[in-house]
């Protein structure tokens, strides 16, 4: 069994190895120091809530604050049946912001992917080239449009995918999770340099409206609750090779608040990983499950110590192998992100990472989870 598991992890080590190298070989794209573009694109920013009356007006007030051209950018808020004030307030707004901010009541019907549905019914009313997805907790840096339009202009990109971190969260569990965000976006963002896209998140999504509607839109994956991310961003690829890019930028960054507790984490991760049963496409899978064999080789190498004759070697081995890659793959992205302060909570990670991968994935077999005061499927 020994031999296996040091297979797995020089597999596991080379890897990560590979992303990390990817990372630094990625530009960093600046839109203030690109040429002057020509004509820009008229963005849709779609933004589905549903009970945000906290949150959305620091985005809306964000989204006030753009480099981007007021006339430039519409503001669709889908209120998803909210039973507090959150539509009140989009409209109350429409009438302070300078952009157009149009407040989309929507019909409370049993839906599957509610926010799918959100988008959906967004998108067949906006009136922008591009499409950009966003959430009601985000907040979004000023020049986040206008990196965005340039590096469309730029690379001619039919889905682009930004970057995500946490706000200033100084808890244990805040920073646990603003490593593992890391983690995904980074991997997810290195697949697409290399052409094979993977992961990818709706808080920071764009993608042209024609080619939604060239592929169908959700057809196909909306009786899944999630995906409405990962799922569209594999019928666009399959369509149009090439087409997927990331956009690492400082300036295209979207803030987000880790999950305030256990409860809300696991129906989180386990909404996100109710979609894996649906990729079409072989390799998101194939890497599920060599990440997840790759992190029940440390804790099956520690039973091993104890029970089976591992050696003290052996294991502290297998241990390196996992930890030194991606100690320079996870310090890379957070830095990046502006998160070095976090670099510490790597290793603490790293101990409960494992545990974590096979517990979910475990809990994605079984259906159901709570979502925003809703139970689906």
Request: proline fraction near 7%; glycine fraction near 6%.
């Amino acid at each position: 069994m020994i031999y296996v598991l040091i297979g797995i992890s020089i597999l596991y080590a080379l890897f990560t190895l590979i992303l990390a190298v990817t990372w630094w070989r990625m530009p960093v794209f600046r839109a203030s120091s690109a040429p002057p573009p020509g004509n820009l694109p008229r963005i849709s920013v779609i933004i589905p809530v549903r009970n945000e009356a906290f949150t959305l007006p620091l985005l809306l007030a964000d989204l006030k604050a753009q480099t981007y051209a007021p006339d430039l950018f519409e503001v669709i808020v889908a209120d998803d049946s909210s039973t507090d004030n959150t539509l009140q307030i989009a409209q109350e707004l429409a009438r302070a912001v300078p952009y157009a901010l149009r407040p989309l009541p929507l019909a409370n019907e049993p839906t599957t992917s509610p926010k799918k549905r959100a988008i959906r019914q967004s998108i067949t009313q906006a009136t922008g080239d591009l499409i950009v997805t966003t959430d009601g907790d985000c907040r979004v840096g000023p020049r986040w449009l206008e990196s965005i339009a340039v590096f469309y202009q730029q690379t001619g990109a039919r889905l682009i995918s930004g970057p995500i971190s946490f706000n200033s969260d100084h808890t244990v569990f805040g920073n646990l999770q603003t490593v593992e965000s890391s983690s995904l976006i980074g991997a997810g963002a290195c697949t697409m340099y290399l052409g094979s896209p993977t992961m990818c998140n709706g808080a920071n999504l764009t993608y042209e409206k024609r080619v939604f509607e060239a592929v169908s839109g959700f057809d196909g994956i909306d009786h899944v609750a999630s995906g409405d991310d990962e799922l569209l961003m594999h019928k666009i690829a399959s369509r149009y090779p090439g087409g997927v890019k990331f956009l690492k930028s400082p300036d295209a960054i979207v803030h987000t608040a880790p999950q305030p507790g256990l409860r809300a984490f696991y129906h989180q991760r386990k909404r996100w990983a109710s979609k894996w049963r649906a990729y079409q496409s072989i390799l998101p899978s194939l890497l599920a499950v060599f990440i997840f064999a790759s992190n029940l080789a440390v804790p099956l190498a520690v039973i091993g110590y104890w029970c089976f004759g591992v050696s003290g070697y052996q294991l502290i081995g297998l241990t390196a192998l996992k930890a030194v890659p991606e100690w320079l793959f996870l310090g890379s992205v957070l830095t990046f992100l502006k998160k070095k302060r976090v670099l510490i909570w790597i290793p603490v990670t790293q101990l409960v990472y494992p545990l974590y991968v096979v517990f979910f994935g475990l809990a994605a077999q079984q259906k159901g989870f709570r979502w925003k005061g809703r139970d689906l499927q």
